[in-house]
């Protein structure tokens, strides 16, 4: 078997997992069976395997290039009770990771222990992505957390002035009291893996006519604060708006070839120096659409196959509904059920149905031409399988790694 250590963007090999891929087995099947307009056939019953879970729209801060702007505090919360149904049903149907992040500031939430603790007593992986003003609610649960887990702070700056300028927090909190904070849970749990995000923002990026901070030079500072601060590694993603129009997350929507290049080369330029930094002391992981950004293959990164696969895999659960893509969060089109559609096993199976029939209806090709898709090497390597007349049953299985998609 492979091992899959530092594969955490290889979302195919996820799901060619010992634990998974008799789901991907009868997927593929199910689609194959659908090919020959054999629409009665019900899908295969498993639940996703990892969920975004949202629990709150409530959020401290104010960053400008908030993809969930439009949804950010307002009012919407999700209750224990049903967070608790929720995680009981889809476990008993395979559910092996959550997410906490999206939507708002997840420790805001007032039950955010309790949460965690629902999660984790049921063996399921634990992510969590918080802006770090309140890193006290995580180093209280640090000790709950295991191999595999992970805390990843949004900190994507090196300096007090683009920290502040990119995210205008409502609290007297600075850079250096979040980097202190993240030292003391990584004391306290050796065992969990702490990230520094970095949302790489370039020169020029205009969100509703406002001038966005450039941070690009700040990447290798950036990478020796993480190193100095006992983070395990530090990701780099680049900035993505949400378009207007379609409420779509974009990547370098109209901006010209020329201008993506020298983006790409200034980038490139700070990342050689971050890894020298590094060393072998950080990890330093790029997202997939920022290696598209660098190997100028944003036009593949956004030709998507008509019908993404993904949505069997990995669903968003929010207070405004659940949501088949992180990009389409409180998208109407992306919508497969209310928030309390996995809360018993009857709504789960309806929103099953839901989600088989956006596999269907929902036409990627289209919807997606101008998102830089994390999942769009995983998406069209299931859609060559299904098109192919390849064994299911030969397809390389690797041993269990994390779960997270």
Known sequence: MTNLTNREHDFGSKLRQHSTVQRLKEYIQWQRDLKGNFSSIEPPVHGPLSINLDLTSACNYACPFCVDSKLINAGKTLALADIKKLIDTLHSYGLRSVILIGGGEPTLYPDFEAVVEAIKSRGIQLGIATNGSRLKKIEAIANRLEEKDWVRISIDAASEKTFKALHH??????????????????????????????????????????????????IPRATELARRFSFDYISFKPCLIRAEESQRETLLQNVAPSTESQIAKEIKTQLQMAREIAGDKVKILESSNLKAILDKETERIKHQP?????????????????????????????????????????????????????????DAEQECKDVGCFYNETNWWLETFIQSKENVHDILEVEDDNFFL
């Open 169 to 218: 927090p409502r609290t007297k909190l600075t850079l250096h009291q979040i980097l202190e904070k993240a030292r003391k849970i990584k004391e306290r749990n050796p065992r969990v893996s702490l990230g520094y995000s970095y949302v790489i923002v370039w020169e020029g990026v205009d969100i509703e006519g406002k001038r966005l901070e450039p941070n690009i030079e700040e």
């Open 306 to 362: 008509k019908r993404c696969h993904m949505q069997f895999y990995r669903t968003v659960v929010s207070p405004f509904g659940i949501y088949h893509c992180p990009a389409f969060r409180g998208v109407e089109i992306a919508r497969i059920a209310e928030k309390d559609g996995y809360l018993t096993d009857n709504k789960f199976r309806q929103s099953l149905k839901s989600v088989a029939q956006s596999i269907l209806d929902f």
